[in-house]
Nanobody, 115 residues
Framework: QVQLVESGGGLVQPGGSLRLSCAAS????????LGWYRRTPGKSRELVAL???????TYADSVKGRFTFSRDNAKNTVYLQMDSLKPEDTAVYYC?????????WGKGTLVTVSS
């Protein structure tokens, strides 16, 4: 299928910004669905942002207006720009892709928002 490698996580203070990257092992033109999920300890994985071919991007209500999904087709990379970060955004963030009907996940990158 497709390998996804996330990067860009780290420790940031509340109100700060981070940009996560997800590099795909093949052309993202061929990927039907791309997005980001996150998981905090004790909770199930939740949608952060999701986009499908030719469609708009859907965001979780909790991140609308603060997070922005983007893609660079030439680099086979998608991004998640995270601004105005809050402690409740602390989580492991996973890149997600659907290719030929099959789900693919990256290994995740940890984002910690704390003063």
């Amino acid at each position: 299928q497709v390998q996804l490698v996330e990067s860009g996580g780290g420790l940031v203070q509340p109100g700060g910004s981070l940009r996560l990257s997800c590099a795909a092992s093949l052309s993202i033109f061929s990927i039907n669905v791309l997005g980001w999920y996150r998981r905090t300890p004790g909770k199930s994985r939740e949608l952060v942002a999701l986009t499908s071919t030719g469609g708009s991007t859907t965001y979780a209500d909790s991140v609308k207006g603060r997070f922005t999904f983007s893609r660079d087709n030439a680099k086979n990379t998608v991004y998640l720009q995270m601004d105005s970060l809050k402690p409740e955004d602390t989580a492991v963030y996973y890149c997600y892709a659907v290719l030929s009907g099959m789900s693919n996940w990256g290994k995740g990158t940890l984002v910690t928002v704390s003063s």
